[in-house]
């Protein structure tokens, strides 16, 4: 469809992202299940990941890739890191050659190391690619909440053209043009959530959590700088704002799902209790690997991964970030 | 007393520090109130301030400030910042050449626009002055949390020297030397907590409270800058780490301020319910007039400057400030 706006990934943020969209832009969205596609068709509403939300009448909802791809001029790509490549090479034999994509996406593909974007501009080394990211708790903006985000791209006026493309109502959108440091933002945020929902879980205060959010912070800066990242992304929406949107908010899954962990529930039924995907404990291993091949030591992602790999408890793991001291306060001194 | 040390004020910060300090350090805890000094030193218990937390019984309270400070080698002030000049006048001539103080009040005095440690200075110019800051929500170090914190001396020396002396068990002291930074921090962050408890009063998520401390954060960190702080100071535990414990915490007294506001109940209400001081409204002002001295626009501040003068309400500051847009974003892609 012509001069449309693909969203490619019906969980909660593809289906709230498009649901924004639709009343002001012609938007598909499209789900990998048909039976999901027919039911959100019929009942405009996704009872899988965002139930109780009417969705607009007016947004195209199909499990056909290519009749979506064919003729779009953005698409949105809102698929779990895992499972990116895969959709993303059914996209690629129909994109136009002038259509842009974005990634919705928060993570680091196992294996391979690589961040969404770059997946795209491998498969599709000509189109435009940035990301969208920001404090963006789905359910929030679903319900009409206003909020702030940040669309990057390399270039300017590319990312200018899109933030124009995305009429998103009372959630605005601001450009940028760090593309790098927006993408490792985003996904070490979900890590540092996990951190922080075990805290919380332990019975920690805010004052544990505010401090694991600081190390939290200082640890994404120092890898993202590394990585080719801004310090400006790191202190802005893209930074701080997610980081402590997604580790304060009971509505973030990757925060629950620290929690519960810290609770006592094994991480096998956490997982198990939600169709959900927490990509903290998916990418925590390949961004600990990633920062170690730029030089960057992380020490709570490390947890985060040692705990993933049931190589710790929730209770070792808290220990040993508040046993460590937080050099960053003490160089200052010396 | 030789060798102690005196923490000077017994609201619940000056209570807590002092709690955690009596078991390993000869500590005097000054009360202005005699009636108060003299219930705490009965029953162990500071009922007005940290109710229901049993202080050491090691805990020397009095209300007699110059048998108090003769002799003390390290004085913690934590008084209200409007009380602040007013008390050190009793304490200047009693102090030992020797001795440091340390500010543990986060605000600015109104009128002459001076932080703490700049009002010791004036009145003691040969002792050592510094700041201890930090995400400290008191009543969670009162019942035995972990914590951490940063004590700042522009001699990083004298530092090392205060930190040995705060032997503050599981609430663990870092080093620094940015005194104007970590007393910026302190100051602003109150302020930037009430604007977040109006907008969760007022019903807005996650996203908005994020995006709100987002613009906090930066509104801190370029008056510290122009004024003599450290960018590294505002994205440690005196910056961020500061401001989200006092913006997310339903025990911060400032978000709890702003929090009443949004649900509607007057300022002059709220404030005459509480003994305890929301630093945050009696400092906005100067903060606001302070920074328009080194030519930096303080627009969250404005609006709750012009809350506490009575000049808007609630609803009204919140939405001029969702409707600014956020120009360090925007000027990234320029």
């Not at 995305?166 to 760090?178: N, Q, S």
């Not at 310090?231 to 980081?243: K, P, Y």
């Amino acid at each position: 469809m012509e001069g449309t706006v693909v969203v490619v990934g019906a969980g909660s943020w593809g289906t709230t992202i498009a649901a924004l969209l639709a009343p002001r832009t012609s938007t598909v969205l499209w789900c990998r299940s048909g039976e999901l596609a027919g039911q959100i068709a019929q009942h405009h509403e996704n009872a899988s990941y965002l139930a109780g939300i009417e969705l607009p009448k007016s947004l195209h909802v199909t499990s056909e890739l290519a009749e979506a791809i064919s003729g779009a001029e953005l698409v949105l790509m809102a698929v779990p890191s895992h499972g990116f490549r895969t959709v993303f090479e059914g996209v690629a034999p129909h994109l136009s050659s002038t259509a842009a994509v974005v990634s919705l996406t928060k993570g680091v593909e196992r294996g391979t190391h690589s961040r969404m974007s770059q997946i795209v501009r491998t498969l599709c080394p000509t189109n435009s690619v940035g990301v969208l990211t920001g404090p963006n708790l789905a359910r929030e903006l679903a319900e009409g909440q206003p909020g702030a985000s940040v669309v990057a791209f390399e270039d300017p006026a590319v990312a200018a053209q899109v933030q124009e493309q995305l009429h998103l109502g009372v959630f605005r959108v601001y450009t940028a043009t760090d593309v790098v440091g927006c993408e490792i933002a985003g996904a070490v945020k979900n890590v540092m959530a996990i951190a922080a929902g075990i805290s919380d879980g332990l019975g920690f205060g805010g004052n544990t959590r505010a401090a694991l959010i600081t190390r939290g912070l200082a640890e994404i800066t120092r890898f993202g700088i590394a990585a080719g990242g801004r310090q400006a992304t790191f202190s802005g929406l893209a930074g701080v704002g997610d980081l402590v949107a997604t580790c304060t908010s009971p509505k973030s899954r990757n925060r629950s799902v620290g929690y519960q962990l810290g609770r006592g529930v094994p991480l096998s039924t956490v997982l198990a209790s939600t169709q959900m995907v927490a990509e903290g404990i998916q990418t925590a291993a390949p961004i600990v690997e990633l920062a170690a091949s730029v030089g960057v030591e992380m020490p709570i992602a490390a947890q985060i991964a040692a705990l993933a790999a049931q190589e710790t408890s929730p209770q070792a793991a808290l220990a040993a970030l508040l046993e460590r001291p937080a050099r960053e306060e003490v160089d200052d001194a010396s």
